[in-house]
């Protein structure tokens, strides 16, 4: 119970300081957890970043103090941490739907985020194939995207990314010609989002021969260092759509493997390894695709 009780302590920890300015470290600190691992478990199990929901607890506070007493726009915006009232005034608009000035309106509606109370409720009971690989060093090929969010809260943004750079993934496919491994890096997390990448890895004839494309071709793509180290491995279920059990399989591993496993994420890329497969004789894929998520771990 440890972790629930860590991350309770670093929510009150928020709470009891939300109106200074916040150090990860030290909400981390008090989840027993280092910086990573609490941001990354925080935005799996709660659907939302770290800064998210900082954000959204002070735009709260700052709206109903607003509605409830005298206090000059200004004062407020920089009790809640902004710098200046315009900055304020932009993200008070883009969360209650109103500007600041309008918020004493009679009739004026407000939104509320309320605080985050960790329950033990009873979940689990169900089978997750895993196991735990140390994985070699890699390098894979590929271009990227920064998402904002929790990866569990990435489907249109992933999907956006697709539809708008088919260009670049017919690219990639044509150098690989090896069309059955697809790799999506999740890397560079901070407290509003990540680097998404979508990646093939190369072998050395066809990077020696990308070597020899013109500069704006190559110039869409880079490598993207893939650490040596220990990685939990998890498998969705054979199906036609794979990528769509993706996000539940993430929450499975860190909300119910992860707390009693004896390990801790640790400062490494996420991956996701689709494979797709093709039916003999024709080209309709069939229902043996599958994905594998590897999540870095580390004994704590």
């Avoid at 629930?4 to 916040?22: C, F, R, V």
């Avoid at 993200?91 to 960790?118: N, T, Y």
């Avoid at 990866?151 to 069309?179: S, V, W």
Wanted: glycine letters at 6%; one cysteine or more.
């Amino acid at each position: 119970m440890e972790w629930i009780t860590g991350i309770q302590s670093a929510i009150n920890y928020i709470e009891d300081h939300i109106t200074e300015e916040l150090d990860y470290e030290e909400i981390a600190k008090e989840s027993f957890s280092s910086p990573f691992h609490f941001q990354r478990v925080f935005s799996i199990l709660c659907g939302y970043t770290l800064g998210e929901y900082i954000r959204n607890r002070r735009l709260t506070l700052a709206g109903a103090e607003l509605a409830n007493t005298q206090e000059k726009v200004i004062d407020v915006a920089y009790k809640y941490g902004y710098d200046n009232p315009e900055s304020f005034a932009k993200a008070f608009q883009k969360f209650h739907g109103i500007p600041p000035s309008q918020a004493r309106g009679r009739g004026v509606m407000l939104k509320s985020f309320s605080r985050l109370s960790i329950k033990v409720s009873l979940e689990g009971g169900s089978v997750m194939n895993y196991r735990i690989e140390e994985k070699p060093a890699m390098v894979l090929t590929g271009y990227k995207r920064h998402f904002t969010g929790s990866p569990n809260d990435k489907q249109d943004q992933d999907h956006n990314f697709a539809c708008e750079t088919r260009l670049e993934q017919y690219i990639l496919e044509g150098m690989c010609r090896e069309h059955e491994t697809v790799y999506q890096v999740l890397t560079n997390f901070d407290p509003e989002g990540y680097d998404f990448y979508f990646a093939y890895q190369f072998p050395q004839w066809a990077l020696e021969d990308m070597d020899e494309l013109p500069p704006d071709i190559t110039a869409r793509f880079e490598n993207v260092p893939v650490p040596a180290g220990c990685y939990l491995v998890c498998e969705t279920e054979r199906c036609q759509f794979p990528t769509t059990k993706m996000d539940t399989l993430r929450k499975k591993a860190i909300g119910e493997w992860l707390p009693t496993s004896g390990y801790a994420l640790r400062e490494a890329p996420e991956i996701g390894v689709i494979h797709w497969f093709w039916e003999e004789g024709n080209d309709k894929r069939n229902n043996s695709r599958y994905c594998e998520l590897w999540l870095p771990i580390a004994k704590k």
